[in-house]
């Protein structure tokens, strides 16, 4: 396996078959926890921020032809799927320049104030130059990849697909856009509601695991954030979709262990890629022409 890795940020797997133009992000799975890091939690409380595992679940994507990008840092330290200056002033010294948007102001930006409403990450107020570090560190590099991934994938004479994978938790609670309480659906697909993607292949992901016996929704509650906002774009040639699965079906999400159901999940979820390949080979004559 053609495995490269820029020390404890990000790891790249080329595929391991003949490229298909065809990008998987992993951006909140990671669990290198830094050292300066400073939370005021456990590390168990902590992970509960993480997409945990969701690495695991596509690890075979590269046997398929895909290429896997994956951030190996956790999202309570750094989330590279915010803008960079979503920063919440509360958490911050005098002096951060910040544009905060809804998730800063829930406490979930670029940097979070929050792993859960109850669970505040910093007794301490950050200093200017550790949020330079951190986005200089791993937030730089992260979409530095990303970028040169697509437009290596893109040098393929064909249109590009994005996927972003992502956990959700089973239940909403006060920081998330559906409210607390509130029960979601097993695949959430986003396509920045029709911005990212061609509405057929959206569909499409929604009826294949809807067969395969999955409750899914498309853009219900989320509907896509930074990463697939900035790079997908099917006028040029990217078509991107933000992909949230249930833990519950493959996680204990109190303890972070895995449950039974993730090998007939990594099947399903494997079963996607000749969709996509089928879309794509049949999406080329039509955006040539």
């Known amino acids: 396996m053609n495995k490269h890795i820029v020390d404890r940020v990000l790891a790249e797997v080329a595929p391991t078959l003949k490229p298909l133009p065809i990008l998987y992000s992993i951006p909140h799975a990671g669990r290198d926890y830094p ?64 544009a905060p948007g809804p998730k800063s102001r829930l406490g979930i930006g670029l940097i979070r104030r929050v792993v859960t409403p109850e669970y505040r990450i910093y007794d301490r107020l950050l200093s200017l130059d550790e949020v330079k570090s951190r986005i200089e560190r791993y937030y730089t590099p992260y979409h530095k990849k990303l970028a040169e991934c697509l437009a290596r994938l893109g040098k393929l004479k064909s249109p590009v ?19 607390e309480g509130s029960t979601r659906a097993d695949f959430v697909i986003g396509d920045n509601h029709g911005r990212s993607c061609n509405p057929a292949l959206t569909t499409a992901v929604a009826d294949y695991l809807a067969a395969r016996g999955y409750h899914t929704a498309i853009n219900d509650p989320y509907a896509g954030g930074a990463l697939l906002q900035r790079y997908a774009h099917p006028s040029n040639g990217v078509h991107g979709l933000q992909i949230e699965i249930n833990r519950a079906l493959y996680l204990d999400e109190s303890r972070i262990t895995l449950r039974s159901g993730i090998e007939k999940l990594k099947i399903d979820v494997a079963g996607l890629v000749p969709l996509f390949s089928a879309w794509l080979s049949e999406a080329v004559p039509a955006d040539k022409g």
């Open 161 to 179: 697909l994005f996927i972003d994978w992502h956990s959700m938790k089973s239940v909403g609670n006060a920081a998330t856009p559906d409210g």
């Open 35 to 98: 050292e300066d890091f400073g939370s005021a939690l456990p590390l168990e409380i902590l992970r509960r921020a993480e997409d945990a595992y969701v690495d695991l679940l596509l690890d075979k994507a590269p046997d398929q032809g895909i290429t896997l990008l994956t951030a190996l840092f956790p999202r309570a330290y750094l989330d590279v799927n915010r803008d960079e200056d979503d920063l919440d002033p509360e958490l911050f010294t005098p002096g951060i320049i910040a």
